[in-house]
Nanobody, 121 residues
Framework: VQLQASGGGLVQSGGSLRLACTVS????????TGWFRQVPEKEREFVAG????????YGADSVKGRFTISRDNAKMTVYLQMNSLKPEDSGVYYC???????????????WGAGTLVTVSS
């Protein structure tokens, strides 16, 4: 299982970023995917998830109304569109994949390397 995240960077508060996670073909067609974030000395936090079909999405309360997760099947890529960013959104963002139930249980089995998001105040 291979996942590659990209799109992180430095942005001012109120700005936007779009993260992308490219998933290997086999995994993409069978697995649900999600985004997590982590800051030093804190546990990794679930941000958003999307089902295999893309028909259902899930998001943490802290990002609802601001972040949107989506899939582009032609590109085998999952996106996290982040708007109205706040300094507390800063962290290393990881994409993850797992069996279909993972998006509900939040227990994903495969992880990509993280991409750093920094939101300045």
């Amino acid at each position: 299982v291979q996942l590659q995240a990209s799109g992180g960077g430095l942005v001012q508060s109120g700005g936007s970023l779009r993260l992308a996670c490219t998933v290997s073909e086999y995994t993409y067609n069978a697995y649900s995917t999600g985004w997590f974030r982590q800051v030093p000395e804190k546990e990794r936090e679930f941000v958003a998830g999307i089902t295999v079909s893309g028909s259902s999405t899930y998001g943490a309360d802290s990002v609802k109304g601001r972040f949107t997760i989506s899939r582009d099947n032609a590109k085998m890529t999952v996106y996290l569109q982040m708007n109205s960013l706040k300094p507390e959104d800063s962290g290393v963002y990881y994409c993850a994949a797992g069996p279909p139930a993972s998006v509900v249980t939040r227990n994903f089995t495969s992880w990509g390397a993280g991409t750093l998001v920094t939101v300045s105040s």
